[in-house]
């Protein structure tokens, strides 16, 4: 098995020590990382001011303390001084400038500090945000962080015989090939370029110690090729292969995963966003849950993931909102939508009209028979696309599966089963309504979507003028949504006794090619780009 002197860093060393050079790898097979006199000889050499851009278009500026002092050369890259960031005039008057601060220090009213709060201020892109000095900062957030990264961090240290373990992570990589996966992970947590974090074994099971920002001091003569490469690496990594339109607007990120069984969106709706985005002087690109730590590089967020709070998809829709980018889905919506039990409680006090409801607890459960009779419908509070949602046909079969439906939640939402050809789903966007569509239930089955045998199907669904809707259903579910803020929202609505009600809100509704667009077509697209461009451009008036 390895011993602490396999990996990058020598666990015995304490947190604010740079590594000792007994900590470098071992050589890889490729030759290994070791560095020449030659190159470390240019490493030193002056620093080249030619006109450098990132992926985005953005000019690259490296602030740090002492120029004089840098040790690293990386091509094309502009390196100045922190003080002089600071002070001269010619900085705060750029323009689309992304700032890698690799001060020494980041404490509060540091050198560092101001670094990334004034580049902020400027809008321009700084690395650490503000964000990320907090986060580092609080312990309640590096216990989450630990929390969520368990498995991951067990599973990439359990090799090693020692209790302590450190690992250095150099724009989200880390020498060793086996910690790529924690090192990015590390990085996507607290975004930062370089990073040292310290692990500490307890009761045999490895915890994430703390998380600090090196300096450029710290990093040891034979990791600093690799840190060069990387550097360079990140800088310049490809965007997608789209023709380029000239002197883009605003950035925006499209979050989504290409595995995911039933996303909100098909690829043709989300080329279809691209193509909207673009129009409107976007630079976009698709993203995924491994470039958490990079949307501080954008302006705004799109979510065409399917949203949970317990989600990666809520942690990014969070930290966007904290580092200023207009969101949509926003956490809030999130966290009020993907809840039944919350929307329930919120349409009942605001006079929304809703199927006969219940919330019940262990304690209370036989208030569904007595409020709302069998057949009935039990959901799950965090359900979507139909999963987490049957029909109970008797108090026999409720008693039975009690134990089964509280497994995940204290609580349950019980409603009144009122079976119907289809469901309306209204779109509403900022307030406003956008599409009206018909979701018509799956072949012989009671809900629009059936899930049997490892299986889905849907049922059928048209798309018609919102002007051509029932004005009572568009009217309640423009109400609703504005109770849950000015985002994008799917009201579901039944006809239940002549009379619509709602069913849910979706801050994450489905919008597919030829099916919600099926009106509108392109125009549906650009009209929530739209949106995104409203926000952005108020925000710089």
Known sequence: ???????????????????????????A???????????????????????????????????????????????????VAAREYLTDSKYAARSGVHVFNLCRSHRYQTTGYYVSLLATAREHRPLPTISTLQDLRLAPVLRVASNELDELIQSSLRSLRSDSFQLSVYFGRN??????RLSLALFNQFPAPLLRASFVRHQGAWELEGVRIIGTSEIPDEHRPFVVEQAEAYFRRPIRKRKPRAHPRFDMAI?????ESMPPSDPEAIEKFVDAAESLGFRTELI????YGRLAEFDSLLIRETTRVNHHTFRFARRATAEGLVVVDDPDSILRCTNKVFLTELMTRHEIPIPRSVIVSRDTADLVGQSIGFPCVIKQPDSSFSLGVEKIDSAETFERDLPRLFEQTELLLAQ???PTDFDWRIGVLAGE?????????????WQIYRHEGGRSESGTADTIPVEDAPPRVVSLAVRAARLIGTGLYGVDIKVIRNRPVIIEINDNPSIDADVEDRVLGDELYRRIIEYFVDRLEARRR
């Open 288 to 291: 995924t849950r491994d470039d």
């Open 255 to 259: 979050l989504r995963d290409e595995h």
């Open 29 to 79: 097979p490729d030759g290994g990382r070791t560095e020449s006199a030659s190159r470390r000889r240019d490493a030193r050499g002056a620093t080249d001011h030619r006109d450098a851009h990132d992926r985005n278009g953005r000019s690259i500026l490296i602030v740090v303390d002492n120029p004089k002092r840098w040790p690293l050369h990386i091509p094309g890259i502009e390196v």
């Open 433 to 445: 309504p956008l599409f009206a569509c018909r979701y018509y239930m799956a072949r012989k089955h």
């Open 416 to 418: 009144e089963f009122v």
């Open 175 to 180: 020498v060793s090939p086996r910690y790529l």
């Open 1 to 27: 098995m390895p011993d602490a002197h396999d990996v990058v860093d020598a666990p015995e060393e304490p947190a604010d020590e740079p590594p000792s050079s007994s900590s470098a790898p071992s050589p």
